[in-house]
């Protein structure tokens, strides 16, 4: 699968997941003279995926300039492999007509482009590996259960489908 990556627009907060990626994964990230330095927390992401990761320097400046490059690699991979897939990493929402256009009117039966995510790890239809990172969030103590209820059948935890 490849990942496209907007720099310029989504800095290293889009690489959240990459070190989920698998060998059969291409990242290329995007950037420009406005976003062209990595912070370090970057690096050591990239130190720990397996994915290949390609840059690509868009060497104009003028508005929408990495977006049309994105665009048209876009087409060139699904062009070219008809079961490869492409999710591009952006928060700018122009991406969405692109991406109606070529699943509607374009590429016959395409599923191929997964979606426009702001994270790799937002990706819903990739090839990562899931990581218990994933599912890290903030439970208060007070909201779990310390006890079951008396009356089981009063739960709200669990439905069972007693016909089963």
């Known amino acids: 699968m490849y990942y496209l990556l907007d720099y310029e627009n989504i800095g290293s907060l889009g690489l959240k997941g990459i070190d989920s990626l698998t060998d059969k994964d291409i990242v290329c990230i995007f950037y420009s003279e406005n976003a062209h330095t990595i912070d370090l927390e970057a690096i050591e992401m990239f130190k720990s995926t397996k994915a290949v990761v390609k840059y690509i320097?868009?060497?104009?400046?003028?508005?929408?300039?990495?977006?049309?490059?994105?665009?048209?690699?876009?087409?060139?991979?699904?062009?070219?492999?008809?079961?490869?897939?492409?999710?591009?990493?952006?928060?700018?929402?122009?991406?969405?007509?692109?991406i109606d256009y070529l699943k509607e009117d374009c590429v016959t039966g395409t599923n191929r482009i997964i979606?426009?995510?702001?994270?790799?790890?937002?990706?819903?239809?990739?090839?990562?590996?899931?990581?218990?990172?994933?599912?890290?969030?903030?439970l208060p103590q007070e909201l779990i259960a310390q006890d079951p209820l008396e009356d089981r059948s009063s739960s709200r935890l669990l439905v069972l489908d007693k016909k089963t």
Do not use: C, H, W
């Open 115 to 138: 979606e426009l995510a702001s994270t790799i790890a937002d990706v819903k239809g990739s090839n990562r590996k899931m990581n218990v990172k994933d599912f890290n969030f903030d």
């Open 57 to 98: 320097k868009v060497k104009k400046t003028a508005p929408n300039y990495a977006d049309f490059q994105i665009v048209t690699l876009t087409g060139l991979i699904l062009g070219k492999d008809s079961k490869e897939k492409v999710a591009i990493i952006s928060n700018d929402k122009g991406y969405v007509a692109v």
